[in-house]
């Protein structure tokens, strides 16, 4: 079955930048999401279509792709943006979707 | 307000089946694909189903395929889930999931599944 790879954990202090990875073998055919999820909340999305951010989503997140890697980089990161994210996307066909395992962001 | 809403979950013992419901307001329901998505106690998320806007299309994880069929009613602006065969492992939160150009764009609150004897 197809899987997407993302690192468990990721730390930055306050003000830093934070990137996280998600690698897979169909990321270069088929468009990538990212997911926001706190404690006890449903997920949200922050990037859809690679590197495209829904309003009310702040600047400081972004989005980009090269081969098979998408990463999320939240610039300037605030208290407020720990939290897990997810990628997510689909096999080449386009009928399985899959998520990432998730990363667990702390802010220091 | 536009919103998802799902229910129907609970303790059910393993081999047994629920019908989990998520009932959509607010928008124009046959409009939207949509999935389902579940969260096993402090795992990660797992997408378990879709089915297009018209219910003809429909997907399934292999974990789930063969025991757990989705459905719509557009009329009712429902969607739903039945799981059958239950085992230890389908213990999850189950979230449906409003499918847009901007993804997942709408999440329900979820609704708890507990397979155990």
């Known amino acids: 079955s197809y899987e997407l790879t993302q690192p468990p954990s990721v730390s930055v202090s306050p003000g830093q930048t934070a990137r996280i990875t998600c690698s897979g073998d169909?990321?270069?055919?088929?468009?990538a999401y990212w997911y926001q999820q706190k404690p006890g909340q449903a997920p949200m999305v922050v990037i859809y279509?690679?590197?495209e951010r829904p309003s009310g989503i702040p600047e400081r997140f972004s989005g980009s792709s090269s081969g098979r890697t998408v990463t999320l980089t939240i610039s300037g990161v605030q208290a407020e943006d720990e939290a897990d994210y997810y990628c997510q996307s689909a096999d080449s066909s386009g009928t399985y979707r899959v998520f990432g395992g998730g990363t667990k962001l702390t802010v220091l | 307000e536009v919103q998802l809403v799902e229910s129907g979950g609970g303790l059910v013992q393993p081999g047994g089946s629920l019908r989990l419901s998520c009932a959509a307001s607010g928008f124009t329901f046959s409009n939207y694909e949509m999935n389902w998505v579940r969260q096993a106690p402090g795992k990660g998320l797992e997408w378990v189903s879709y089915?297009?806007?018209?219910?003809?299309?429909?997907y399934y994880a292999d974990s789930v395929k063969g025991r757990f069929t989705i459905s719509r009613d557009n009329a009712k602006n429902s969607l739903y889930l039945q799981l059958n065969s239950l085992r230890a492992e389908d213990t999850a939160i189950y979230y449906c999931a409003r499918v847009s150009v901007d993804g997942y764009n709408l999440w329900g609150q979820g609704t708890l599944v507990t397979v155990s004897s």
């Open positions: 089915i297009s806007s018209t219910g003809i299309t429909i």
């Open positions: 169909a990321l270069p055919k088929q468009n």
């Open positions: 279509k690679d590197n």
